[in-house]
T-cell receptor, first 111, second 111 residues
Framework: NAGVTQTPKFQVLKTGQSMTLQCAQDMNHNSMYWYRQDPGMGLRLIYYSASEGTTDKGEVPNGYNVSRLNKREFSLRLESAAPSQTSVYFC??????????FGEGSWLTVV | QKEVEQNSGPLSVPEGAIASLNCTYSDRVSQSFFWYRQYSGKSPELIMSIYSNGDKEDGRFTAQLNKASQYVSLLIRDSQPSDSATYLCAVYGGSQGNLIFGKGTKLSVKP
């Protein structure tokens, strides 16, 4: 997972609280992704960014916002956390069409 | 919504046997295809990528792609207990230009 850093690794939130998951990469990749993974559901795309300054919705964007202010960083924000957002979140980067790197994951629990 | 389908398993094979994992995708213009292995509590790691029809071999792993049938497979020869994990099929490109994952197949290799 060298090159893609996610913070925090673990977080417990109360319903209604807000927080931001941070993702940073030092590989100069253009495309970055945020996924969530729930038991039996595989990896579901929340948002992605094909390049600096652009973002697009994925399969499950509701309840999330993202920001890609520069090429290196792509953040995911939960404005008002809900228990349904309890999940493992993965950031990933894509170089060209054949090289994909994942961060180590962020475990989020909303109580 | 473009889809990537996998049998959820679990797929159980004896040690030394060949494990066969299958994946179908719905978007005909998809460009790149990937197999990831994910151990419990860890992030996905890339095993194989394939871009053109036919077979691609890497050690004990062989990826097979048939774009006409929209089908990707992964064969694991001489399966080992350490191969026990969830295997994720991922498809990149297509009309949405992003990376879509299947729900994964859980493989169990029995000693």
């Amino acid at each position: 997972n060298a090159g893609v850093t996610q913070t925090p690794k673990f977080q417990v939130l109360k319903t209604g609280q807000s927080m931001t998951l941070q993702c940073a990469q030092d590989m100069n990749h253009n495309s970055m992704y945020w996924y969530r993974q729930d038991p039996g559901m595989g990896l579901r795309l929340i948002y992605y960014s094909a390049s600096e300054g652009t973002t697009d919705k994925g399969e499950v964007p509701n309840g999330y916002n993202v920001s890609r202010l520069n090429k290196r960083e792509f953040s995911l924000r939960l404005e008002s956390a809900a228990p349904s957002q309890t999940s493992v979140y993965f950031c990933a980067t894509l170089l060209g069409v054949n090289t994909i790197y994942f961060g180590e994951g962020s475990w989020l629990t909303v109580v | 919504q473009k889809e990537v389908e996998q049998n959820s398993g679990p797929l159980s094979v004896p040690e030394g046997a060949i494990a066969s994992l299958n994946c179908t995708y719905s978007d005909r213009v998809s460009q790149s295809f990937f197999w990831y292995r994910q151990y419990s509590g860890k992030s996905p790691e890339l095993i194989m990528s394939i871009y053109s029809n036919g077979d691609k071999e890497d050690g004990r792993f062989t990826a097979q792609l048939n774009k006409a049938s929209q089908y990707v497979s992964l064969l694991i020869r001489d399966s080992q207990p350490s191969d026990s994990a969830t295997y994720l099929c991922a498809v990149y490109g297509g009309s949405q230009g992003n990376l879509i994952f299947g729900k994964g197949t859980k493989l169990s290799v029995k000693p």
